[in-house]
């Protein structure tokens, strides 16, 4: 049996744009009431995409919209290793906003399969699974919306299909983009996903810090060294002949090497909410410690500025935290 405890209490207040989601509309469907899935789709279109209200077939309209958010928004959020935790379709906003990330967490080494929420156990919905759980939430709505899409169901089909075929190139767009300005690149090059891919791995074989990378990468920008780089990464990497490459792109950018350097402190942040920074905090905050907390907050409130070492430091290996719960 678990030990009980009493423990402090407190009151959230969630703000969003809409706290519809989903699974709202699921539960709609599954009752068969689509004229309920009407008014919903009606409510979501007055409130946050009044503009749709005018469209040919404005429910198409709003599946395309709000796969396009949802691209978007989970694009940026592997730009900087956030982990949501829990994408079940009754956690996505149709807003394309990011709520209930209760059990979410950032990464610290790179690793595509990272899981951290306790709850997902099979790694569902792991660090590099984000986008495609999104995109099978995105199918689930366009389930509800089929009745309203177009009376022929077969039509409807081939209409959401298109719709949701609209993820991946919105979705490529954003995190190619916010590639390219992490590292250091303006201009457009068909070489650049493989770039990326192939740092990622190297930070996968080396077991390098996701966020310091890319700070240790402006480094070497603005220096020219590339020992703090290096030293991020274990034996094995392939970093060196990476960097090198990278160095050589960098070399056909048609602009002056301070203006790289001004876009990737602007892009890439020092600072995360790290793991075990937010344990440590909410044991001095149950302890009756708020200092902690302030601390952290006022630091995250400026993560690109330089910030005080310990919290930019990942964690050693006795402070690593390996699961987190909808609590935390």
């Known amino acids: 049996m678990p030990a009980r405890r009493c423990s402090p209490a407190g009151v959230i207040v969630r703000v969003a744009s809409s706290h519809v989601r989903v699974g709202t509309f699921q ?30 077939n404005p429910y198409l309209a709003l599946l395309e919209a709000v796969t396009a958010r949802q ?19 009754d956690n996505m906003s149709i807003a394309g906003e990011t709520i209930d990330f209760g059990p979410c967490a950032f990464l610290d080494a790179y690793n595509p399969a990272k899981v951290f929420s306790f709850i997902d156990q099979n790694g569902r919905y792991a660090y590099g699974n984000q986008p495609d759980m999104a995109l099978w939430n995105l199918g689930r709505l366009a389930e509800a919306l089929l009745p309203l899409l ?26 190619l983009g916010g590639w390219r300005r992490k590292l250091g690149l303006a201009q457009e090059e068909n070489g650049d996903a493989r770039l990326t891919e192939r740092l990622l791995t190297a930070m996968h074989r080396g077991d390098a810090d996701f966020t310091l990378t890319f700070r240790r990468l402006g480094d070497v920008v603005r220096t020219g060294q590339t020992d703090s780089l290096v ?37 890439n942040p020092r600072i995360i909410p790290r793991n075990h920074r937010i344990e440590e905090m909410i044991r001095s905050a149950v302890a009756g410690d708020y200092a902690p907390f302030h601390r952290l907050v006022e630091a995250l409130s400026h993560p690109f500025d330089d910030a005080a070492d310990r919290f930019e430091v990942p964690p050693a290996p006795h402070e690593k935290v390996m699961n987190t719960f909808c609590g935390t």
């Not at 539960?27 to 005018?54: S, T, W």
């Not at 691209?71 to 592997?78: K, P, Y």
């Not at 177009?150 to 767009?173: C, G, P, Y």
Request: hydrophobic share 45%.
């Open 27 to 56: 539960y709609f469907a599954a009752q068969g009431d689509i004229e309920g899935v009407r008014i919903l789709a009606d409510h979501v279109i007055g409130r946050l995409y009044p503009d749709l209200a005018e469209a040919e």
């Open 71 to 89: 691209a978007d928004l989970v694009a940026r959020w592997m730009l900087v290793g956030f982990i949501h935790g829990v994408m079940n379709t």
């Open 150 to 175: 177009d009376s022929d169901r077969e039509k409807a089909i081939e209409q959401a299909k298109d719709a949701l075929m609209r993820f991946d190139d919105v979705f490529n767009d954003t995190y």
């Open 231 to 267: 030293a991020l990464f274990g034996p094995g990497s392939g970093i060196e002949d990476w960097i090198g490459d990278w160095q050589a792109r960098l070399g056909r950018e048609e602009r002056p090497v301070e203006a790289c350097y001004t876009d990737m402190q602007a892009t």
